[in-house]
Structure formats: C-alpha cells, structure tokens
C-alpha cells in the first residue's frame, strides 16, 4: 500500500467535508453537500412569499390594507403576552411579621371546629357591640317644657323653595308662636344644594342654604335665620349644636324679620338679604340638651372588628363577605345613612337594600375576580392596609372625597359647578396611569384580549345606552364599580388597593342612594334644577310714587299649555291669577310709604297647579324706581303644589 493511500485513509470524514464546503461545487447541477443543509427543526418561521400571504387565517382580512393588516398582527400578537405567562402572586413583606397572627391562631386554636366556633362568638360580640353604642346613642335628654328633641336630617327646613307654601306662605303657617325641640346629626355643615337656589336676586348653589345669622357680626347674640334657611345648618352657624358631633337645641319662629345679615361662622358662611322675610326662625338660648351622635364612636368599633378579621383569617369568603356586610350597615345606619325619621325607619330602608347588595357581593366575589385575588394571599398586613384601607376610604367618600368639587356625574353639573371639569381632567389622568398599569399587568397573565373583549361588550352597552332617545346615562357609584372590579381580578399590591376602593364606592352608593336607575329622563336629572319652560315677557310697570304702588301687567303666553301666572315677591307667592278671570292682566303690589328697603320680584307660568320656570329677580328699590330682571330663568325649577320635600314635621308647629 503506497504512502499517498496511507495519507488519504488518515484523513478525517469531517475534514473531507470541510473541504468541500470551502471550495465551490464544480458544476451548477452538483448536489449540496454538508448535513446542515438537511436539517429542519419544527420550530423555525421560514418566510412566506408574498403572494402566499393572504392564504391564511387572514384571507377574510384582505380588504383590510396591508399595513394596517401587519401592525394589527403584530399588535394582537403583542396583547397574547409572552408564551410561559406569570401569574401574579404577592410575597409577603416581613413574612415574619405578617404571619404571626397566623402562627398565634394556629398555636391556640389547631382545631377547625373551634376556629369556627369562635368566628361565631367573634361576629356576635362585634353586632352586640355595635348595637348596644347605636342604642345609646339614640338617647337623648329630655327637654323641659318642650319634651323630647324630633330627630331630623341635615336638609329639613320650615319654608320650601317657591310656590310650595302657597299664596302668601298659608301652607307653611304658623309664622310664629311655635317652637320644638330638634336633634340633628353629626357633618350638617356639607349638606349644600345641587342646584341653585334664589335669595332675592343672588343664587346660592353647592353651598349650605342658610340665610342670616347674628345682626350683630361681633358676637353670637340673638341669631335669627330666614324660614327657608336648613335648620341643621343654621344651628351649626348659631353654634347651638357642633358639626362633629350634631346635638338637639330647640328652635323658635319668631314671623316677619328684615335685613338678614350674612357672617362667616363655625365653618358656614350664610348668605345675607337686605329685605324682609314672613318666617323666620332663632334658637332659644340656655337650653341644656345631652345628646351625641355616635357615628364615629360605631366607626372605631367597626374599623377594629373588621381589621382584627382581617389579620387573622387566610379564607377569602370569610374575610370578604364580613367585611362587606360590616361596611354596609356601618354606612347605611351611621356615617352615610339616607334621610330618615326614624331608627326603626332607616333600619328597614337599609335591609331593603341589603339583600340585592349581597347578591351582587356574591357576582364580585364569584364572577369579578375578588376570590382571585385575595386567594392564597398570606400577606395580613398588607392585605388589611391596601385591601380593607381602600375599601374604608371609598366606603366613606361623604368624608374622603368629599374635597372634589363633583357632586353628579352629569354634564349640567360639570357646566356649573366651579373647578368641576378641571376635576375630572385630572381623575381621567390618574386613571390612564392606572389602566395602563392593569393592561401591563393582564398582559403578562396572558389575560389581556378576554378583558378587552369583556370591556369592548361594556363599551357597547354604554353606547346604546347615550344613544337611547329621551334618556340619560347616569353613571353611579356602584355602576362605576360593576364596570371596573373585572380590571381588578389579579393579585397584585395596586390591584387590591383598587378592588377594595371599587367594593367601598358600591357599599356607599347602594346603602346611601339604592340602586338608582343608569338610565333617567331629563326631568329626573334635573331635579330642582330649570325646566327651561317659556318666561314671561313683563312689560315696563307703572309706578306710583304717591301711593308706593306698582303694577306690572305682561305679553300673552306662547301657547294653551300655560293658563296662569304666578307671582313671587322677596321669594314668597304673592299672586297667582289664570288667563280669563277678571284682573289677570296685571298685578299690583303696594308698600308702605317711607320704606327703606327693597323688594324682589320673580314670574312664571302656570300650567294647572304646576308652575314653570321664574324669571331673575326684578329689583324694586328703595327709591321706588325698578331695576328690570337680567335674562334668563332664575335658575330653580318650578314645582307641583302636592310634590314632596324635606320639611318640619307638622305635627311638632
């Protein structure tokens, strides 16, 4: 065997094919060599040719231009997430620290049955409690002479707004000689009207309605108030009674009282009117009246049970169905309840509620994402912190929220409520952080595209409702919180934050305001607010200035609808006259010579016993010359003589 065979023996088969890679086939027809050519793994993306593109999943896109068509994908692809999904899961800070109470339970109480046992005793303890403060809470001491104090909420007055008292005010008679003891609630002072309310020529609107107070700013003496002023609200200024702690008094109708000066007093400023009024109302001095409300003591106590819960149980039912039926009737009896006039009353206002409320705590708990996520979650701590926190803080916005200068979610209160729109400019800021967030979030779940479509049917569902004719979107506050916990449904440090803010906004809404409807008429959004009727057109009056008189006579009314007109001076209906009768053409009001005051002057048409909107106040002057009314409606929505409002109770005149 020749050496030169030797050579080529010795030689490698790698290094023979190696050789042949190097160096160019030498025919155009030679096969490939080399394995790596034969090589095919299943996972590679090989490119598609163009115009093989359109064949695929795709094909039923290709109207679709092709680069919307390509960052369509790459966005759908980029909302799958990534293909080994993370499920969130929080570990405890200071393990340590937040499993203690577990360890001390699991010490003292191994036994399943006895933990139950005394969850029992515990829920039991905690209602006796609560009960037993509220009972004596409602114990007040009786009042010499005047008997025990009436409760009554922060917005019941003597006088309703309009033409409600009737001509001359002979529905709302007596004007003096009347007395009875009150008790008011705790937190009066941020009872204010919606909408506006007129006081002569001035409109008073998200403000308490109280008018008057001491005729000599210096000291607290002898505080007399207009008869439509809220009875809470001008004890809180009198400082009769506290904003804090709400207190009993006993108020006094005192008639016909003029010039009612304005003051800044307690925390309320009361509007001043420089006329007079036919009832007004003081506060009888030296009364000695013991009586407390006790709505923050019940708050402490609900506050600790609920925490305490919260530390020492890992069950995500548990803590969350008690937690929620705690909060609730902690809100509706004692730090938000809605107006009442009785304990017994409110009681079976709140348990109408209560049942459908708990069906809905089952659809966050079951549906919503709540169980997923507090389950598995052994963090106490931070759980009772972001949780059960966010849940006390969106359970009392009355308190937490109530610095916001948005009272209803409506596009009329947006227009005229100072600092209202700048307000939600930064609410739907701090939101498209917090969205943004939850989307990174649900991505990295692979979760993203089912909650987008779950949000898409919402989206769609709100859009035919603001496209139903003659009916308004209202968003409440427990809408907000059925259209948002889904986002919530993952077991991260915000997400509970945020779930337990979202469970607090529908225990407030519900147990304070029930299940409002979403959808409402434009004469239920607007309330006391204008109903933009026609106004009548009064012609320049007559005035004689030898007799003090004056008489305003005006056009025919734009239509058969309306059959009368309605007058009101200084606020109170002087005049109520329909199109036909004898003397309805005019009106003619008198005062007596040498006064010095002014009078104010409002008109509106009657339909029936419904009067329509009033115009802005006319001014007669104390100089007997007239000051024509501005354009426009006065802003206050006229009423059925029958409707029903906040008043004093008659059996206590």
Not at 102 to 125: C, E
Not at 221 to 240: K, L, M, Q, T, W
Not at 354 to 378: E, H, I, N, Q, S
Request: with cysteine; glycine share 8%.
């Amino acid at each position: 065997m020749s050496t030169n065979q030797l050579e080529t023996r010795s030689v490698s088969p790698d290094i023979e094919q190696q050789r042949h890679r190097g160096s160019p086939p030498a025919h155009p027809d030679d096969p490939l060599v080399g394995p790596e050519h034969l090589d095919f793994n299943e996972d590679d993306d090989p490119p598609t040719p163009r115009f093989m593109q359109d064949q695929g999943a795709w094909k039923k896109w290709k109207w679709v231009p092709y680069p919307i068509r390509k960052y369509g994908k790459a966005a759908y692809k980029w909302m799958k997430g990534p293909q080994n999904p993370k499920v969130w899961k929080i570990e405890p800070i200071f393990p340590v620290v937040q499993h203690a109470p577990l360890r001390l339970l699991d010490k003292f109480l191994p036994n399943r049955t006895h933990q139950i046992l005394l969850y029992m005793g515990y829920v039991a303890v905690w209602v006796l409690t609560f009960s037993i403060v509220m009972w004596r809470g409602q114990v007040a001491s009786e009042i010499a002479n005047y008997g025990m104090p009436t409760d009554i909420s922060c917005g019941v007055a003597y006088w309703t707004r309009n033409n409600g008292c009737g001509i001359d005010g002979v529905n709302c008679r007596p004007f003096n000689g009347s007395s009875f003891a009150f008790r008011c609630p705790s937190n009066c002072a941020s009872y204010r009207v919606l909408n506006p309310r007129a006081v002569g020529d001035q409109e008073v609107v998200y403000a308490p309605l109280v008018v008057g107070g001491p005729p000599d700013p210096a000291n607290d003496e002898n505080p007399v108030y207009r008869g439509d002023s809220f009875i809470c609200g001008s004890a809180i200024h009198s400082g009769v009674i506290s904003n804090s702690q709400g207190g009993c008094g006993v108020v006094s109708l005192v008639g016909e009282y003029r010039n009612f000066v304005s003051t800044n007093r307690h925390g309320i400023d009361s509007v001043g009117f420089d006329s007079y009024f036919p009832l007004s109302i003081t506060f009888e001095e030296g009364i000695e009246c013991k009586a407390k409300d006790v709505r923050w003591s019940l708050l402490a106590i609900s506050v600790v049970f609920t925490s305490i819960l919260s530390l020492f149980t890992t069950s995500p039912s548990v803590f969350f169905f008690t937690v929620f039926i705690g909060i609730f009737w902690q809100v509706g009896m004692a730090s938000d309840p809605p107006s009442y006039s009785s304990i017994p009353a409110l009681f079976s206002d709140i348990l109408g509620k209560f049942l459908p409320a708990m069906f809905c705590a089952w659809v966050f708990y079951d549906k919503m994402g709540v169980r997923r996520a507090l389950r598995g979650l052994t963090a106490q701590v931070e759980k009772t912190v972001l949780w059960l926190g966010g849940c006390w803080v969106g359970a009392l916005t009355n308190y937490t929220f109530d610095f916001i200068p948005i009272q209803r979610l409506t596009g009329h209160d947006l227009d005229q409520q100072p600092g209202a729109k700048a307000a939600l400019a930064i609410i739907i800021i701090v939101l498209f952080f917090v969205v943004a967030g939850q989307v990174w979030c649900f991505r990295q779940e692979g979760r993203l595209i089912r909650y987008l479509k779950l949000y898409a049917l919402f989206l769609v569902g709100i859009i035919i409702c603001l496209l139903l004719p003659n009916l308004n979107l209202r968003i409440h506050h427990y809408v907000l919180a059925l259209l948002l916990v889904p986002g919530t449904s993952m077991q991260t440090r915000p997400s509970l934050l945020y779930q337990g803010i979202l469970i607090g906004f529908f225990i407030n809404g519900i147990a304070r305001w029930g299940f409002d409807s979403i959808l409402q008429t434009s004469v239920d959004l607007q309330g006391d607010a204008q109903l933009g009727s026609p106004l009548p057109v009064i012609l320049a009056p007559v005035i004689n200035a030898t007799l003090s008189t004056i008489t305003f006579t005006w056009n025919p009314p734009p239509g058969l609808r309306y059959d009368g007109i309605s007058v009101l001076v200084n606020d109170v209906e002087r005049y109520r006259g329909f199109f036909g009768d004898e003397g309805s053409d005019h009106f003619t009001w008198s005062r007596d010579n040498g006064s010095n005051y002014n009078e104010y002057f409002r008109f509106g048409f009657m339909s029936g016993a419904d009067s329509g909107d009033y115009t802005k106040a006319g001014i007669w002057t104390e100089e007997l010359e007239w000051v024509a009314p501005q354009p426009g409606p006065s802003r206050i929505k006229g009423r059925a003589l029958d409707q029903h409002e906040e008043q004093v109770p008659r059996s206590v005149w």
